[in-house]
């Protein structure tokens, strides 16, 4: 079992470029979660995907958006990037109720 | 509105000697505490977690502790060790809801010296 997987590991994009950050787990989980961590902020939950077919904002959405793409697979898109969308992006998944959720290895993003 | 808060950014011991990490939360719906250890350039790993219905739960070297009314939880690491040395973050979770939604602290460094 791979567990959970991101890709790309790292990315530099220029203001204004596109791109889509890949996840897919292969535990049969639920749900799934895309967050930020930048320094001295912990990690901040951007958008969330309970079950297969919805999906919800978090913490921090604007400037995002995201696909559940199957059971599998939840990805990231950011349309515009912006230097204040440098961070580090992690994806979860879980089992529904109370579970600890699994972490992927992250995305290294530099937008100047 | 930092609902997990973790005020030591880091926190350093000895080989072998007892490490405690802290943690506040200021929402009451929080029912189920997690701790995540994160090294560099990995993602966080779980570590050991508690519900709200106890108030303490022990998993080897590692041990958390909740209390409820000061809305408060620690871990204890007994005895530590340099491959200890990472992040720690706590993450809370709040009642109710099906799926696993968790606010995280900031982190704290935890260095262990041999």
């Not at chain 2, 350039?41 to 219905?53: D, H, K, N, R, V």
Request: proline share 5%.
């Amino acid at each position: 079992n791979a567990g959970v997987t991101q890709t790309p590991k790292f990315q530099v994009l220029k203001t204004g470029q596109s791109m889509t950050l890949q996840c897919a787990q292969d535990m049969n989980h639920n749900s799934m979660y895309w967050y930020r961590q930048d320094p001295g902020m912990g990690l901040r939950l951007i958008y969330y995907s309970a079950s297969e077919g919805t999906t919800d904002k978090g913490e921090v959405p604007n400037g995002y958006n995201v696909s559940r793409l199957n059971k599998r697979e939840f990805s990231l898109r950011l349309e515009s990037a912006a230097p204040s969308q440098t961070s580090v992006y992690f994806c979860a998944s879980s089992e529904r109720g109370p579970s600890e959720q699994y972490f992927g290895p992250g995305t290294r993003l530099t937008v100047t | 509105d930092q609902q997990v808060k973790q005020n030591s950014p880091s926190l350093s011991v000895q080989e072998g000697r007892i490490s405690i990490l802290n943690c506040d939360y200021t929402n009451s719906m929080f029912d189920y505490f997690l701790w995540y250890k994160k090294y560099p350039a990995e993602g966080p790993t779980f570590l050991i977690s508690i519900s709200s219905i106890k108030d303490k739960n022990e998993d080897g070297r590692f041990t958390v502790f909740l209390n409820k009314s000061a809305k408060h939880l620690s871990l204890h690491i007994v005895p530590s060790q340099p491959g200890d040395s990472a992040v720690y973050f706590c993450a809370a979770k709040e009642g109710g809801a099906s799926y696993g939604k968790l606010t995280f602290g900031q982190g704290t460094i935890l260095t262990v010296h041999p």
